[in-house]
């Protein structure tokens, strides 16, 4: 199908149907453009959690659509590639949590959107990349489990000495893949050109960055800085937010190996046929539901306090 024509349908669709779209900063650059809002997962949460369109198109992995329909249980939330799914979050599952929380009852359980709603009805709060470290924060226990990205965690237990953080010992496969040496050896090209990457990545390759953060906190980063020019450290899908808000910057990708495959499932024509067909409707079991609404719900009055 015409690429135009698709683009001028979805517009079409999306009206008829009363449908908001929203895409990761991991999409591809198609999707993004299509796209009503662009963003993180803490951003596009509290989208879907105030949206008054019938319909959410998800344009994610299969968490983040979850996550909307935890927020929104009365409204359509299509996740247009069924299939896109995140390794992380299949690292941990609620029965793991629950014989945890049997051993540890004086641990509060902090999970990373990065999970099933499974999980999420199984901890006491959630966080995502933004506001891991306020929502920790704001905790006034002192033993907490980190689930479940072991470097998020880990990253966020240095910021908080007073803490006694345990980290379950799940990682994103992408930004597991990018090596220390791969900094050293552009460090070696670029001289000077700062690197900012992402809290998911390996601890040690976090200590050699210039800058850590969330793909939102890096997009502000850059975009308020002086320099011309950064290397950039987390899925290459940000690189054109970047190049948009930023069109007189040079951005290099930190390494080659940082594209998640889950991300870049969703085509144009999977968001066309999403909104022509009801594809693909998020449903949950109504108890587990409201179990997990209560920690999302929590991080998102956590966050903005
Ligand atoms: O929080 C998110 O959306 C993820 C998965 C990464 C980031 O930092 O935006
Ligand atoms: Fe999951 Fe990593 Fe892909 Fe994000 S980038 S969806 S954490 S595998």
Known sequence: ????????????????????????????????????????????SEEAAKTDADVIVFCGVHFMAES????????????????????????VDGESLR????NNPDTTIVCYVNSSAEVKAECDVCCTSSNALKIVKSLDTKKILFAPDKNLGNWIAQQVPDKEIELWPGFCITHERVKPEEIEKIRNVKQGVKIAVHPECNPAVVELADFVGSTAQIIEHISNSDDKEFIVGTEMGILHTLRKRNP???????????????????SLEDVYNALLNDKHEITLDEEMRIKASKSLTKMLELSKG
């Open 99 to 102: 014989e945890y929380r049997r």
């Open 68 to 91: 909307a329909k935890i927020l929104s249980p009365n409204k359509k939330v299509l996740l247009p590639a069924i299939d896109a799914g995140c390794p992380m979050a299949d690292m």
């Open 248 to 266: 007189e910057k040079k951005f290099h990708l930190l390494s080659p190996s940082l594209i998640c495959f889950n991300m870049k499932k969703t």
């Open 1 to 44: 199908m015409d690429q135009n024509f698709m683009i001028e349908e979805i517009i079409r669709l999306k009206k008829e149907k009363n449908a908001v779209i929203l895409a990761h900063n991991y999409q591809i650059p198609e999707v993004q453009d299509i796209a009503d809002i662009v963003g993180d997962s803490l951003k596009l």
